[in-house]
């Protein structure tokens, strides 16, 4: 099982990117995913996350209107959607699911319910 995230880069201000979480050994249909950042030298963030059951999304106040969280079934990845980038979204960042539920909204804000992470990928926004 593993999740692969790609897409990050170094991009202006006001620039966009798709980052991008692929899996490996498990279908991501079935599962919440949801998308953590990183900066230096600070804790991890809590950034957005999709439901397993109904394709709801929730993101932390900050990124609203900016990022857009979506699924394609097909190429089993889920696309994380980057418009006007500011400086204080320079982080690494990583998708992660939690264990397998069949049951209910498995969405979740806390790091602790996700247990496969992908290696991350950096995102540097330049002023």
């Known amino acids: 099982v593993q999740l692969q995230a790609s897409g990050g880069g170094l991009v202006q201000a006001g620039g966009s990117l798709r980052l991008s979480c692929a899996a490996s050994g498990l279908n991501l249909g079935y599962y919440a995913v949801g998308w953590f950042r990183q900066a230096p030298g600070k804790e991890r963030e809590w950034v957005s996350c999709i439901s397993n059951s109904d394709d709801r999304t929730s993101y932390v106040d900050s990124v609203k209107g900016r990022f857009t969280l979506s699924r394609d079934v097909a190429k089993n990845t889920v696309y994380l959607q980057i418009n006007g980038l500011k400086p204080e979204d320079t982080a690494n960042y990583h998708c992660?699911?939690?264990?397998?539920?069949?049951?209910?909204?498995?969405?979740?804000?806390?790091?602790?319910?996700?247990?496969?992470w992908g290696q991350g990928t950096l995102v540097t926004v330049s002023s």
């Open positions: 992660a699911v939690p264990r397998l539920s069949l049951i209910g909204d498995q969405r979740s804000t806390a790091a602790k319910d996700y247990v496969t």
